[in-house]
Structures are given as structure tokens and as C-alpha cells.
């Protein structure tokens, strides 16, 4: 894709493919704002109406007050029209950077062909009410903002199947959710999320969730819903018991309970468990307070003495290997592993 530098000037991405004509390059080192918008004005006079390929303009204030224009493309890429509004954009040493967005400019609404949008690593806390208008958008990146809440515009866009809204501060998934039908990837990590809702698991099609780094404390009572469910990821949360129901996820192949409080997992789970580790699939479960049980519970079995079985007071040549047949002469040990063994069997002798 390609992305757009400082007055309008376009930098291609290596490997990226391009839509747009080609068009006069501006003076990157240019020192002052008001010689770029000029440059940038020159470079609107020489695009023809007919020709302007898709564009956004966005007005943002330099550390100076001065108003500063930026042109953002439309890009197509195997046939996938993509806009770039990243607030990292621009950050080249001969460039300056471009400051991030507080809004969404309402003009992104017109792109009714678009499909992806990239809008992270901004300032935006809301976004425009004709956002629906999107009616062909796939993937929609909004993480690393600052939403207070659930962005509601996002519930009604039908064609979505990607959505990311990683660290913000949302406080809850609306109902609403259940309007993107055809959602496959949801991405609410790193918020404040508290409740995991049945909303949830109405998405028929959701196949990738991450919602760890959030301050959950229970699941969906019907989660095994969620039957095309691949990766479940609830790392570092509070959840301190599972429903039933996880046991119902035929699909799940990745499902990382790390760092949790969990104290018991039930039977039905560890069998749960054990058959997803045959097929070569992953439940994670470290970090728990259950571990320190377990573990202890382990290492009292493997070293102490008392419950060692009878059968290594036997000669510590033999230790560790299988006993040859009698037909087979063994070695005589040497007089200090013969100590030795004397010395080990009376100890187990003198504790049985």
C-alpha cells in the first residue's frame, strides 16, 4: 500500500502495488509549513478533476498554530481498496511526522468501495455517525485509541469480518455486536472489559478472539456455542472458574488461560485437554493458583523417599535400565557401587 508523506507527497511501500498516476514530487526538505501547503496547492492545480484518484484531506495544527493540509490516497491492491490513516504515518527523517487524528474526517464515509481502513495509533474517541455508509468494509483497525466505549457505529457494518480495537478503554461489548454476522476475527484485548456477554456467542462465523488483558472474571455459560472457534485467547484476566460449556469447542485449537485464578479444573477438562494436546492443539493453563497445588503435589511423589518403590534397591549399575535375563551374565559392580548400594538399601530398609 502505498502510504503518503508530508504536503501530499506519496511514498510506494517496496512490493506494494499502486493505483494512482504519477505525480510531481515535492521538496522534501522543506522547512516551513506554509511553503508546503503552497507546494501542495501547486500539486492540486496540475490534477485534473477527471483524474484525482480517491483522496481524503485532512486538516491538522502544527506545534507552530499554523494549519497544515495532508492528502491521503486510495490505494487498490489485488483488487482490495485500502486507506491508510495510521497515526505513525510519516515517519521518515526527511519527513515530518504527521500528528495523530482526533477525528475520523467525514469524507472516508463517501469511499463506498473501501474495504480496508487502517485508523490506529490515533486519538480517536468516536467515530462519524454516517460511518454505515462503509457497506463494503471487510477490516476496520482501530486499536491503539482512545475509545471509552464500544464504538456502536462499527455494529452496523454488514460486510465486516475483521475487527480491531486492542488498547483503548472500553468498559463492555454491546448487544449490538450480534449485527456483524459475518465477523470471523474480533480483537478487544488490552481494555477493561469485565463481562464475557452471550452476545458473544451468537457470531456464527468467529474463529479468532482475543480479549486477554482485560478484568473478566467468568465465561458465557453457552460459549460452546461459538462451534467455528479456533483461538480463544483470555490470558491475564480474573476468571476463577469455567463453565461447562468450554468443553463444547470442537474446533478450538488454541485456548491460553494463563495467568488467571483459576483453583480446580473439572475432569470433563483435563480429558478436554489431553485430547486437543493429541491432535497437536494447545490449552494453557500456567499461572494459575491450581499450579502451586499440582506442583507440589508432584514434586512430594518424586523425591520423597518413603514413596520410591521397592525396586530401585537394586545395584546402581542396573539403575535406570531395563534388568538383563539371567542367561545373560551382568557385570560385577565395583566395590564403591557396591558401598553405595549397601548404604541406599539399608536407608530404604531403616524408613519402610
Given at each position: 500500500?502505498?502510504?503518503?508523506?508530508?504536503?501530499?507527497?506519496?511514498?510506494?511501500?517496496?512490493?506494494?502495488?499502486?493505483s494512482q498516476p504519477a505525480l510531481p514530487r515535492l521538496n522534501a526538505r522543506a522547512k516551513h509549513t506554509k511553503q508546503l501547503v503552497r507546494q501542495q496547492a501547486s500539486l492540486d492545480s496540475l490534477l485534473s478533476p477527471d483524474h484525482t484518484p480517491e483522496h481524503v484531506v485532512i486538516e491538522t495544527v502544527n506545534s507552530e498554530g499554523e494549519a497544515v493540509l495532508w492528502k491521503v490516497f486510495v490505494t487498490e491492491v489485488n483488487g482490495i481498496r485500502m486507506l491508510d490513516l495510521y497515526g505513525g504515518c510519516g515517519q521518515?527523517?526527511?519527513?515530518?511526522?504527521?500528528?495523530?487524528?482526533?477525528?475520523?474526517?467525514?469524507?472516508?464515509?463517501?469511499?463506498?468501495?473501501?474495504?480496508?481502513?487502517?485508523?490506529?495509533?490515533?486519538?480517536?474517541?468516536?467515530?462519524?455517525?454516517?460511518?454505515?455508509?462503509?457497506?463494503?468494509?471487510?477490516?476496520?483497525?482501530?486499536?491503539?485509541?482512545?475509545?471509552?466505549?464500544?464504538?456502536?457505529?462499527?455494529?452496523?457494518?454488514?460486510?465486516?469480518?475483521?475487527?480491531?480495537?486492542?488498547?483503548?478503554?472500553?468498559?463492555?461489548?454491546?448487544?449490538?455486536?450480534?449485527?456483524?454476522?459475518?465477523?470471523?476475527?474480533?480483537?478487544?484485548?488490552?481494555?477493561?472489559?469485565?463481562?464475557?456477554?452471550?452476545?458473544?456467542?451468537?457470531?456464527?462465523?468467529?474463529?479468532?478472539?482475543?480479549?486477554?488483558?482485560?478484568?473478566?472474571?467468568?465465561?458465557?455459560?453457552?460459549?460452546?456455542?461459538?462451534?467455528?472457534?479456533?483461538?480463544?485467547?483470555?490470558?491475564?484476566?480474573?476468571?476463577?472458574?469455567?463453565?461447562?460449556?468450554?468443553?463444547?469447542?470442537?474446533?478450538?485449537?488454541?485456548?491460553?488461560?494463563?495467568?488467571?485464578?483459576?483453583?480446580?479444573?473439572?475432569?470433563?477438562?483435563?480429558?478436554?485437554?489431553?485430547?486437543?494436546?493429541?491432535?497437536?492443539?494447545?490449552?494453557?493453563?500456567?499461572?494459575?493458583?491450581?499450579?502451586?497445588?499440582?506442583?507440589?503435589?508432584?514434586?512430594?511423589?518424586?523425591?520423597?523417599?518413603?514413596?520410591?518403590?521397592?525396586?530401585?534397591?537394586?545395584?546402581?549399575?542396573?539403575?535406570?535400565?531395563?534388568?538383563?535375563?539371567?542367561?545373560?551374565?551382568?557385570?560385577?559392580?565395583?566395590?564403591?557401587?557396591?558401598?553405595?548400594?549397601?548404604?541406599?538399601?539399608?536407608?530404604?530398609?531403616?524408613?519402610?
Amino acid at each position: 500500500m502505498a502510504a503518503t508523506g508530508h504536503g501530499g507527497r506519496e511514498r510506494s511501500m517496496p512490493g506494494r502495488a499502486t493505483s494512482q498516476p504519477a505525480l510531481p514530487r515535492l521538496n522534501a526538505r522543506a522547512k516551513h509549513t506554509k511553503q508546503l501547503v503552497r507546494q501542495q496547492a501547486s500539486l492540486d492545480s496540475l490534477l485534473s478533476p477527471d483524474h484525482t484518484p480517491e483522496h481524503v484531506v485532512i486538516e491538522t495544527v502544527n506545534s507552530e498554530g499554523e494549519a497544515v493540509l495532508w492528502k491521503v490516497f486510495v490505494t487498490e491492491v489485488n483488487g482490495i481498496r485500502m486507506l491508510d490513516l495510521y497515526g505513525g504515518c510519516g515517519q521518515d527523517e526527511q519527513l515530518p511526522r504527521r500528528p495523530p487524528l482526533t477525528q475520523l474526517p467525514s469524507e472516508v464515509c463517501d469511499l463506498i468501495h473501501l474495504k480496508r481502513l487502517w485508523a490506529s495509533h490515533n486519538l480517536l474517541t468516536s467515530l462519524p455517525p454516517f460511518l454505515p455508509r462503509l457497506s463494503h468494509l471487510h477490516q476496520l483497525f482501530l486499536q491503539e485509541n482512545q475509545f471509552s466505549q464500544f464504538p456502536t457505529a462499527v455494529c452496523s457494518l454488514p460486510s465486516l469480518h475483521t475487527l480491531w480495537l486492542s488498547h483503548n478503554r472500553i468498559p463492555e461489548i454491546p448487544d449490538d455486536i450480534t449485527n456483524l454476522s459475518l465477523l470471523q476475527r474480533l480483537h478487544l484485548d488490552h481494555n477493561q472489559i469485565s463481562v464475557f456477554p452471550d452476545s458473544l456467542t451468537l457470531l456464527p462465523h468467529l474463529t479468532v478472539l482475543y480479549l486477554n488483558n482485560n478484568n473478566l472474571q467468568t465465561l458465557s455459560q453457552d460459549i460452546g456455542r461459538l462451534a467455528t472457534l479456533e483461538h480463544l485467547i483470555l490470558h491475564d484476566n480474573l476468571i476463577t472458574e469455567l463453565p461447562r460449556g468450554v468443553t463444547d469447542l470442537a474446533a478450538v485449537q488454541r485456548f491460553d488461560l494463563r495467568h488467571n485464578q483459576l483453583k480446580h479444573l473439572s475432569k470433563e477438562f483435563r480429558s478436554f485437554q489431553a485430547e486437543k494436546s493429541s491432535t497437536g492443539g494447545k490449552i494453557l493453563t500456567a499461572g494459575n493458583p491450581l499450579d502451586k497445588t499440582l506442583t507440589r503435589m508432584l514434586s512430594v511423589e518424586q523425591t520423597s523417599p518413603l514413596l520410591r518403590p521397592r525396586t530401585m534397591s537394586f545395584p546402581l549399575t542396573g539403575y535406570g535400565t531395563r534388568r538383563k535375563s539371567e542367561s545373560t551374565p551382568s557385570p560385577s559392580p565395583s566395590p564403591s557401587h557396591h558401598r553405595r548400594h549397601i548404604f541406599y538399601h539399608s536407608q530404604s530398609e531403616d524408613r519402610a
